[in-house]
């Protein structure tokens, strides 16, 4: 139900965007599309999770930092780019521009250095919901999982 994009193949300084967009492809095109991929991205100095949902051709966007983000261009390049050769490869039109979703309430790092915890904990608590209903899930969701966790 859930695969993992090697952030270390995808970040900044990880090669071309083309090169990068080739192996976000090859790794959607190993499932049947009904899988969602959390891709950790750091595009330089801050840590991001992009959800990729390769049949819907809808991405979910969560950043820990506080205030109004927008999506890293570059990032959004690599998987848009993926998502076309996927289309290709399951010889699929696909839609004309991929749905981009900002997940909103999630909880926001209290100052400028925990944004790689954060992200290892947002993959974790969706991996921990069976339903993997995330991106349904009121604005309290996350927040609630991750103060009444204890672990």
């Not at 949902?53 to 205030?67: I, N, Q, S």
């Not at 999506?71 to 050769?85: F, R, T």
Request: with cysteine; charged share 25%.
């Amino acid at each position: 139900m859930v695969g993992f994009i090697d952030p270390a193949t995808v970040s900044a300084n990880s090669g071309t965007i083309t090169e990068r967009s080739r192996l976000v492809a090859a790794r959607l095109q190993k499932t049947d599309g009904e899988q969602i991929f959390m891709m950790p991205y750091n595009p330089g100095r801050h840590w991001i999770l992009l959800i990729v949902r390769a049949k819907k051709e809808t991405v979910y966007f969560l950043d820990p930092l506080p205030g109004h983000r927008v999506v890293d261009e570059e990032a959004k390049n690599i998987v848009n780019s993926a998502l076309k050769i996927y289309n290709t490869h399951i010889a699929r039109a696909g839609r004309k521009n991929v749905i981009w979703k900002t997940l909103s309430g999630t909880p926001k790092q209290p100052s400028n250095v925990e944004c790689g915890y954060y992200v290892m904990r947002f993959m974790r608590d969706i991996i921990m919901d069976p339903s993997l209903g995330f991106e349904y899930k009121g604005s309290g969701y996350h927040r609630r999982r991750l103060c009444n966790d204890s672990g």
